[in-house]
Each structure stands twice: as C-alpha cells, then as structure tokens.
C-alpha cells in the first residue's frame, strides 16, 4: 500500500492496549485504527482520520504551564484500551511536531495535512497540543474544498475566549487570529464559546467578543437545557462545524492535567451531551482536542476525559 504523502513530521506509531481475542466482538480502540494510507478502505460512514499536533509553543508564549506537546501521545494511549462500537474506519495518520519557535510553520504544515484529508472525504481529528491548535485546525479547515460556499461554524468549549490581541501568535490569541482572517477574506467569523468563566477574562477580552459578535455562554449557566438550547440556535446558522474543545472547559476534578484548571468548570455530562448533538447534527467536518498537560494528569483523568468525548463524537 502507497504511504501517506501528508505534510507530518512523524509516522504514526503502534496502538497498543488489553487484548481479550482477535474478532470483532472483542475490538478495541488499539485493534481497529490503522495507520493512514492515500489508499485507505472504504468505510459505511466517513472515516476519521487522527493527527498530533506536539506543540508546547503556544501555551510557552502565553506564560502558561508547558507539556502539552506530550499530549498527543496520552490522548492515544487513553482511547487505545477502549472498546471498539464505531460504525466507521479510523486511521492515524502520525504527527505535526512543532519544535522551538518554529510555531507558525508547524501550523501552516498541519493545515495543509487537514486540508489534504478533508478534501479526501474524511473527518478530521487533530490531537493536541495547546490550544494553538485551534489556528492550525483553522489553516485546514478554511483551506478545505469541503468549506466552500458553506457556511462554517467553530464552536469552542472553553472557560476562555482566547481572542487575546498580542503582537506574536500563542494558545491565548487562536480565535482573534481566525476572524482577522475571514476578515481579510470579506467574511465574517461565526465562533461561540461553551463554558466562559467571567473571572477567567478581562473586560477587554468581552469587548473583543462583543465587537466580533461572539455567541458565549457562561460556565454558569450551563445547565443542560441551556447549552442543549445554546448550541442548537448556534447549529441552526451554520453548514458545517468545526469543533474545538478546550479540556480545561471541565472542572480541574475532572481535568487537572491542563495548563489552566477551572476552579468552576462545565460537568463532563453537560459537555459529553453537547458532543452528542453534534454528532447526531451531521455537520461536523472537523474536532481537536486542546491543552491536555500530561505533566499535572492525575490518573490520566483528563487523558480518559478527551478519549471519552472523542469516542462519543465519532460514534
Ligand atoms: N489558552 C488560553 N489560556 C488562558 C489562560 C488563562 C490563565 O492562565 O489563567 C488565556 O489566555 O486566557
Ligand atoms: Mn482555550
Ligand atoms: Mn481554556
């Protein structure tokens, strides 16, 4: 079979995880991915295709706590053991490795591997990283044939805006940096944001979102009802979504291994169900999963976490 020619930085390496027999009723996540090949299998449904991004650059420039390069790596190790019950074809398609301050190149070689793999049909899933991620997912996204003439969403679940405006790029400015760019574009960006926690950003950073029409919902307000309602309205104007979460949306009981622990925090429930409206809404083109820091993951709690609504969201 022909390698994959994607702009990545490292070949994907074995899944590994229980092993209780070789048929399909006893598959695990370890045992159904396979690497990314240009001539993958044909699925029932879109295939999913995984991507790291290591990159410890943006939440470094941001004066965050570092590791988050480290996360790719857990994330798989975290969905590996778990049991297989997807009705399509998962593949890993390796690593975009970001190294020094070589920042804006890794995401600009990450976008073009997203773009290369939506434009083949598939659903792509990025690993990450901080959440610089998110400008990286942007690139491949915005560069996709698959967005053209659609209108696309990003929806972040997050107890922070990052709309910061700082003269270089990190894992607090992604957002500010994809509207400057539809702007430039003659577009407009339509973001919403799950789970804001108002002590967790400054007046400025709400009037950044005010100025740019950015839809929120504060952490506190985020009964079930109210998000289910808040991401319908927000779902209900676009054609298509990308989705990024943000793992320090959740409580630091559930997800301590993060740059910034939410002393609040959206519950894992509330989360879990929006990831399954999104799902079932079939306009899901793209998902990462942002700001995992391996260093501080008590029990992998928050690896398990990501593993858990990534699960949800392919199913
Ligand atoms: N990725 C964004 N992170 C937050 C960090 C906040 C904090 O360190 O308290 C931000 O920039 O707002
Ligand atoms: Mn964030
Ligand atoms: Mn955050």
Request: hydrophobic share 45%; net charge negative; aromatic share 6%.
């Amino acid at each position: 079979m022909e390698t994959s020619p994607l702009s990545v930085d490292a070949s994907p390496t074995p899944w590994t995880g229980r092993f209780d027999g070789e048929g399909s009723e006893h598959r695990r996540w370890w045992q159904a991915v396979a690497p990314h090949t240009v001539s993958g299998a044909a699925a029932s449904q879109r295939p999913a295709v995984v991507i790291g991004f290591c990159s410890d650059a943006g939440v470094l420039r941001n004066k965050g706590r570092v590791g988050a390069a480290a996360a790719p790596a857990a994330i798989r190790s975290a969905l590996g053991p778990l049991a297989f019950h997807l009705d399509r074809d998962v593949f890993d398609a390796g690593d975009v490795v970001v190294e020094g301050g070589s920042l804006e190149a890794g995401q600009e070689r990450a976008g073009l591997a997203i773009s290369a793999l939506l434009d083949a049909g598939n659903l792509t899933v990025v690993l990450g990283g901080g959440h610089e991620t998110a400008f990286a997912s942007y690139l491949g996204v915005a560069g996709s044939d698959a967005v053209r003439g659609k209108r696309l969403g990003v929806l972040n679940l997050d107890a922070h805006f990052d709309l910061r405006d700082e003269p270089i790029p990190s894992s607090g400015t992604p957002f500010l940096q994809m509207a400057e760019a539809e702007a430039a574009a003659g577009r407009e960006l339509q973001y919403a944001v799950v789970g804001i926690s108002e002590p967790n950003n400054t007046q400025s950073l709400f009037t950044t979102a005010r100025r740019l029409g950015v839809k929120y919902l504060l952490d506190e307000l985020c009964t079930p009802e109210a998000a289910e309602v808040f991401v319908a309205d927000f779902l209900a104007g676009v054609d298509v979504l990308y989705l990024t979460i943000d793992l320090d949306v959740m409580p630091a009981s559930v997800a301590p291994g993060v740059s910034a622990p939410a002393a609040y925090g959206v519950p894992l429930p509330v989360i879990s169900a929006i990831c399954r409206q999104v799902a079932a809404s079939g306009k899901l083109l793209h998902v990462d999963v942002a700001e995992l820091n391996p260093e501080f993951d008590i029990d992998s709690r928050t690896a398990k976490v990501a593993a858990r609504l990534l699960n949800t969201l392919l199913a």
